[in-house]
């Protein structure tokens, strides 16, 4: 029954990861912009998450869609900003660019709320529901059911909505939906707003599920490039299976061997990719003729 | 380079480092000074070896500090175990973290772009990890405490001065070395154009190994220095992320892909850190600082302190001097006397074992459900110009990749002088004596034409990577064909400055550096002026007079007949027809399917 229990924690986890690695992988695929800052944006959403709830009591899950339009609107200004004028110099330079909006994120959040780690803790924070004779603890849950329904949406939308169609138009041939009337500048934002908002999202679902420092950033953005690179870049579908993969597998290493699970989780990875370069969903190109 | 340090300016980086080797006696009784040289100097040493990957090859690495933190274990650890001065380690610092690059990347390399910038953060984060597991070895996140150094304490850092001093230099000679080499120019050629380079013979994944590995070395000898001098190593200070980003930084800032860039760039970097952790508030001011230091360079100086300076020191000289003018006919008109042994095919004079010099057999490539080559058999005889015709989509491109060894096909066989090259890499394919042009070309554009030219490799050797970029009759050949070609006044010319027709003619020069005994030319005459055809069809006629057996695809159907001896025909991804230019023009099954009743009509132009 214990491997059941794993095996339900590990697919909640994945559901998160996947949610919050769709944001980098959608970003990427419309820009081809690698966005190492996604794990700050993460850590951003969730300190000012525990600030509102610290200050005012807020039930913290009332502040998704308020740090969801915030950090989408963050998101799109440092892309009309800063990114847009970097992109042409190609994807070396864009992830510094964005490892620099990173550390100084970082650099903001240290002296705003010092090197100390916060916790959102709500009523339900300890409690935790029983099915059968699998337990899950509460906070979990919620995260993992929220993060799979907000992504099921964010999927729906991309999908069905013609802002989704124009996305993903400008996604696969930027010069051919810029001839059918796409700007690719505005999807660009439009896709970098969304990617971003994912994290304020993230944000406030991890706040009520760790406890968050600044410098955790680098944790959190590991894990979604992990996902990222091993679902193919660019691919929603891939993220999401490499999300569940490494989501499950986490959740067996932590139970069975504990002090090896994150080695586990870059193993992996390592592994995938010496014989699959492009990741599970990844593609090679044409090369000849770019 | 020589060049260069004959200039006056050439000599400043020089003057300043005898000035840093001199600082300490300057400056005496100056401990603080002292250290904080040492942080530029450990700075300068990683960005230039930084540089040899990131710069000249063009893959950012974002984790390459985690050599520094191999290095400082590999010190604490084998100091401890056998009892000896960490500092007499600094070689064998060398020695491992070589060997650990050469493992991590014969893996991370297979990636590209924007994964590998990922992957070699995931690689520190897993080396970070391992060093917390690995208690019994590391001692864990407690980490291994160093003795202090065996010299007496009132020589306070100085003896690790001179040692880091040591390690800049060898590691600038290092750097200098590898950029005058053959292997420098391997490795711009891998940044210009990866696909290219591996296609005029360039073992692009030894390059790119070997430029990972010595990119390590550096970072190990002064790893090992630095456990030392910190007397401290833990998983979080040797394995830390920071680290990287700020010697990518350094690089960035000073100049990537220049010797002395890397250097003058992590001593501002280094200055400035130091300035921020003492004078503006400690570690969280610091890493605010980095950040938006890093966002302006990235904005702002994209390029670097040194090329933007000389770039606008050449802008300034460049007032008095006047482009020179080429004139376009003077192309048209190559030069009759030639070396022909300059345009020799190697296999001229040598009898094959086989009829046809290349072969395919019952090849089959698809792309998902699209069978894009589906199960083509020809041959293409020695000594002819064999023309492939079809219409779009007929699979020539892929036929032709397949041949050279971009695709690998999902069955059927590829023989050259009835060898089996079906497995063989693009590399070993060029040196085997088969090489292509590109419908649209693929010059390496910040080079100039010669340099171009002297870029492809007839083999893969030690001895050839480590010879000097114009070392060998190479650059003498290479005039000769120019010469053959009409294009010698081109030869300093950068490759992106050249018309697209012309750019086609040099990318056939390039090829004929191989000493191919059978060239593909993939379109040769799309998008280039009639004069020019008329130009490369000469052109073709005299290689093939010299040996060369030529396989053309191509959609200008007059040269195609003019030139050929054999023509085959595809459609949907098979062999339609083959027969001489006569039977093809006529054979009804080849007009229907892409000729057009009307094309009799057009005059042949050749």
């Known amino acids: ?219 959190w953005i590991a894990r979604l490039l992990g996902v990222v690179v091993l679902g193919g870049f660019g691919s929603i579908p891939g993220a999401v299976i490499a999300a569940l993969l490494l989501g499950t597998m986490e959740s067996f290493a932590s139970t069975f061997v504990p002090q090896w699970a994150p080695l586990f989780f870059y193993g992996t990875i390592l592994l995938i990719l010496v014989f699959r370069p492009n990741g599970i969903m990844g593609s090679k190109t044409r090369e000849d003729v770019a | ?105 014969a893996i991370v390399l297979r990636t590209r772009s924007h994964s590998f910038v990922i992957i070699t953060i995931a690689v520190l984060w897993t080396f970070q990890l391992l060093a917390q597991v ?108 920071l680290t990287s980003v700020i010697l990518v930084l350094a690089a960035l800032i000073g100049g990537r892909g220049t010797l002395w860039g890397p250097v003058i760039g992590g001593f501002i970097i280094a200055l400035a850190n130091e300035f921020a952790t003492v004078s503006a508030g400690g570690v969280s001011a610091r890493v605010l600082i980095m950040g938006i230091v890093l966002i302006l360079t990235v904005m702002f100086l994209p390029a670097g302190l040194l090329p933007s300076i000389s770039a606008a020191i050449r802008k300034r000289r460049s007032k008095s001097q006047t482009v020179k003018f080429i004139d376009q006919s003077s192309i048209a008109k190559s030069r009759t006397e030639v070396d022909t042994r300059a345009i020799q095919s190697r296999s001229l004079g040598t009898v094959g074992s086989s009829e046809m010099i290349l072969e395919v057999q019952n090849l089959v490539k698809s792309f998902g459900g699209v069978h894009a080559v589906d199960g083509v058999s020809l041959g293409i005889e020695r000594g002819s110009i064999t023309g492939l015709i079809g219409p779009n989509g007929s699979g020539k491109t892929t036929l032709f990749n397949c041949m050279t060894g971009t695709f690998s096909p999902n069955s059927g066989k590829v023989l050259l002088d009835g060898v089996e090259i079906t497995k063989d890499r693009v590399w070993t394919r060029a040196h085997e004596g088969l090489g292509r042009t590109f419908q649209i070309t693929r010059l390496f554009k910040s080079m100039t034409v010669l340099d171009n030219l002297v870029a492809p490799l007839e083999k893969t050797s030690v001895k050839q990577m480590v010879a000097g970029r114009y070392a060998g009759d190479e650059v003498d050949r290479a005039r000769e064909i120019l010469g053959f070609m ?28 191989l000493r191919p005994s059978i060239i593909l030319l993939d379109e040769p005459a799309s998008g280039i002026n009639p004069t020019l055809i008329e130009k490369l069809a000469n052109v073709i006629r005299r290689l093939n007079e010299a040996g060369t057996t030529v396989l053309i695809v191509e959609h200008n159907i007059p040269l195609v007949l003019s030139l050929c001896s054999q023509v085959h025909v595809l459609a949907a991804g098979q062999v339609l027809t083959s027969g001489t230019p006569e039977e093809i023009r006529n054979d009804p099954l080849v007009i229907e399917a892409y000729l057009g009743p009307d094309h009799l009509l057009e005059v042949p132009i050749v």
């Open chain 1, 1 to 219: 029954m214990q491997i059941v229990q794993v095996l339900a924690y590990g697919i909640l986890l994945g559901g998160i990861y996947a949610l919050l690695a769709s944001g980098v992988t959608l970003i990427f695929g419309v820009l081809d912009v690698v966005n190492v800052a996604q794990g700050a944006f993460l850590v951003f959403s969730a300190l000012f998450t525990w600030q509102i709830w610290d200050t005012v009591g807020i039930e913290p899950l009332l502040l998704i869609p308020v740090m969801g339009v915030l950090m989408g609107t963050i998101g799109w200004a440092i892309y009309r900003g800063m990114l847009v004028r970097v992109v042409p110099q190609g994807p070396g330079m864009t992830v510094l660019l964005m490892f620099g909006v990173a550390l100084t994120m970082e650099g903001i959040l240290n002296i705003v709320f010092g090197n100390k780690f916060k916790s959102v803790t709500p009523d339900y924070f300890t409690s935790s529901v029983k099915l059968g004779d699998i337990v899950l603890p509460m906070p979990q849950l919620i995260s993992g059911v929220l993060a799979i329904v907000v992504l099921g949406g964010i999927y729906a939308y991309l999908r069905f909505s013609w802002a989704g169609r124009a996305l993903r138009a400008s996604s696969q041939n930027r010069d051919g939906a810029a001839l059918i009337g796409i700007s690719h500048k505005k999807a660009a934002g439009f896709a970098f707003a969304i990617g971003a908002a994912t994290a304020g999202v993230g944000g406030v679902l991890l706040a009520i599920m760790y406890p968050i420092f600044p410098a955790t950033h680098y944790e």
């Open chain 2, 1 to 105: 380079m020589r060049e260069k340090l004959k200039h006056p300016r050439g000599y400043v980086p020089v003057i300043l480092l005898v000035l840093l080797g001199l600082a300490p006696l300057i400056l005496p009784d100056s401990s603080y000074e002292q250290s904080v040289l040492i942080a530029c100097m450990l700075l300068a040493i990683m960005a230039s070896g930084w540089n040899l990957i990131s710069g000249l090859a063009g893959y950012v690495s974002l984790g390459h500090g985690v050599y520094l933190g191999i290095g400082m274990y590999t010190g604490a650890v084998l100091s401890k175990a056998w009892d000896i001065e960490p500092m007499y380690l600094m070689p064998l610092g060398a020695v491992t973290t070589a060997i650990v690059a050469i493992g991590v990347g």
């Open chain 2, 134 to 241: 690995a208690k019994p070895i590391t001692g864990g996140a407690d980490g291994i405490v160093i003795p202090p150094p065996p010299w007496a304490r009132d020589l306070g850092n100085l003896p690790y001065f001179y040692l880091f001093f040591t390690v800049l230099i060898l590691t600038i000679l290092l750097a200098w070395f590898v950029m005058n080499s053959r292997l420098g120019a391997g490795l711009v050629a891998i940044r210009n154009d990866e696909g290219k380079a591996a296609s005029i013979g360039i073992n692009t994944t030894l390059y790119k190994i070997t430029a990972y590995a010595l990119s390590a070395i550096p970072f190990g000898v002064a790893g090992v220095l630095y456990g030392q001098y910190l007397s401290f190593v833990n998983p979080l200070g040797a394995f830390g992320i």
């Open chain 2, 486 to 513: 009409g294009l010698q006044e081109f030869e300093k010319q950068n490759a992106a400055a050249l018309s697209f027709g012309q750019q086609k003619l040099v990318e056939l020069a390039q090829v004929l550096m």
